[in-house]
């Protein structure tokens, strides 16, 4: 259904494409959505959480924006169209990665956004990297607040909870990829993540719905010990669909030893394009207006974890992005598809047993 849906599920965009070039600042009207799509929604169980990276893509014309839209619009008034995509029930907020965001600024996104949608938030690169990079992304000295607990509530949870109350879906500590003199301190940073993490809010005893995900980047991370800190803090593993990290079947052991426990997931890139391969991606998929390369394999196994995972009363929370397959609304809506093919059946029931 979804390659038809390139040609023939949206409208052509209306209007000149060229008036909001002349006008940057001119608020962003969602496309619209075919009654196929829309019934797709509806049918989705209420703890699927589909949404993409990020928001400010130009190549979404027709699939999720009206009309053509400059870059700069997007990043300043789109959100509130994203947000009104059936499917998009959150997204993942990764700006927040490069900078701590204030609780200002984090109300402002809120305020753009309905009562039921969730945000994906990372946390700061301050807490999350081990190292200083340069404007090049090269470490050129250790990070003294690396998983410091009293920075990671002031500059990143306080504000999160703050600015997005009741919206705030997941607070996504992505541990960048560590330098190789930190692999061999493996155990001692698991102890300095598990403090960190027992440090946090108890969500579980609050009436917020806020999950707490680790994402890893070296799969030296992937121990009996990461594990079972995750488990006593009351976090759950982010799984990231990654060409430095195993495929996804692999992964599925982490989650399988939290079960039962709510999904996380970001699916980042393609493997064709291999470890390195942002910038191979960049190239081949833009404007990211249509699948490239389908992986249908990673998929597949996702949908039925997708489905295990709210059969059993936990939420699922995806973000896609477009570097995955070329265009991420379309992956969505595909991935949306298997789900709701596999609904509640007993064979989704199974997906982590």
Known sequence: MVESMQQTLFPEPSGDPNSAREAPDLLVEPATIAPPLAELATALSAKVRLGTASWNYPGWTGLV??????????????LAAYARHPLFRTVSLDRSFYRPLTAAQFAEYAAQVPADFRFM??????????????????????????????????????????????????????????????????????????????TLPDFHSTASEAVVAVEVRNPEWLTAA????????????????????????????????????????????????????????????????????PDLETRAVLARVIAGTVSAGQPAYVSVSNKAEGCSPLSVIALAEAVQRLGASGAARRALA
């Open 65 to 78: 924006w009206a009309r053509d839209y400059p870059e700069a619009s997007l990043s300043r008034h789109g």
């Open 121 to 198: 938030v990372k946390a700061p690169s301050l807490v999350a990297d081990a190292v200083v990079r340069d404007g090049a992304g090269r470490g050129h000295r250790p990070n003294e607040h690396f998983l410091d607990a009293a920075c990671a509530l002031r500059e990143f949870v306080e504000p999160a909870m703050q600015g997005l109350g009741s919206k705030l879906g997941v607070l996504v500590f992505q541990i960048s990829p560590l330098p190789v003199s930190r692999l061999a301190r493996i155990p001692e940073l698991i102890d300095r993540l598990h403090t960190l993490l027992r």
């Open 226 to 293: 990461f594990t079972q800190a995750l488990r006593d803090a009351g976090a759950t593993y982010c799984m990231a669909l990654h060409a430095k990290m195993p495929r996804i079947d692999e992964q599925l052991r982490i989650l399988r030893a939290l079960w039962p426990a709510p999904l996380v997931c970001r699916w980042n890139l393609n493997p064709v394009h291999g470890a390195f391969g942002y910038e191979d991606a960049r190239q081949a998929y833009a404007p990211y207006d249509r699948l490239i390369d």
